[in-house]
């Protein structure tokens, strides 16, 4: 889940192959669009009748938008590592393990997933300071407990650190967990 993230672009130019996937095309346009290169796209049916695959003039990065859930190893094989800032913690219940699985089935062998995602106490919505305009959640809480209930056996989940943001809950200070998923080799 790529988003917009000018991180992409820093990589492939340092020589890495980079693959994107998100569900947002307008995040993929802008990311392109102040990329400076070209792009091509074509469909990519595997991820559902409307989704797309865009790909770097140069071939070293490929974007998919299309349902997160139909990714597979399939299609780009599997990844040493993976990242994923503010995407994974728009699921819970049956579909943040669905993910998880997903996350688990692309990761190849000793490779590694870096996480961030919010971890708040779902108490604070309560609060009357909030006036929050939006159905909140999503973003749900992203747990120590349910990383490793997600994860485990297969993986190693290790919380990096803690780490506040005030970017969430209408400027409120709210708790980020960095987790490392290590799979086992």
């Given at each position: 889940m790529c988003g917009k993230t000018v991180d992409m672009n820093w990589l492939a130019d340092r020589g890495l192959q980079v693959v994107g996937l998100d569900i947002a095309l307008e995040a993929l346009v802008q990311f392109m669009t102040d990329s400076g290169h070209n792009w091509s796209?074509?469909?990519?049916?595997?991820?559902?009748p409307t989704a797309k695959l865009f790909t770097r003039d140069d071939g070293k990065i490929k974007l998919y938008c299309g349902d997160a859930f139909n990714?597979?190893?399939a299609l780009e094989g599997q990844f040493d590592a993976i990242y994923d800032c503010?995407?994974?913690h728009?699921?819970?219940?049956?579909?943040?393990?669905?993910?998880?699985n997903v996350m688990k089935e692309v990761l190849a062998p000793g490779g590694?997933?870096?996480?961030d995602?919010?971890?708040?106490?779902p108490k604070m919505l309560e609060r009357d300071d909030l006036n929050i305009e939006a159905a909140i959640p999503p973003?749900?809480?992203?747990?120590?407990?349910?990383?490793r209930n997600a994860f485990e056996p297969e993986c190693e989940v290790e919380l990096l650190e803690t780490h506040i943001e005030t970017k969430v809950f209408c400027l409120t200070e709210t708790?980020?967990?960095?987790?490392?998923?290590k799979k086992q080799e």
């Open positions: 796209a074509q469909a990519a049916p595997k991820l559902g990714f597979s190893s503010d995407g994974f728009s699921f819970t219940g049956s579909l943040f393990q669905n993910m998880a590694r997933f870096l996480l995602a919010v971890n708040y106490d973003p749900y809480p992203v747990t120590v407990e349910a990383m708790p980020f967990n960095a987790y490392l998923v």
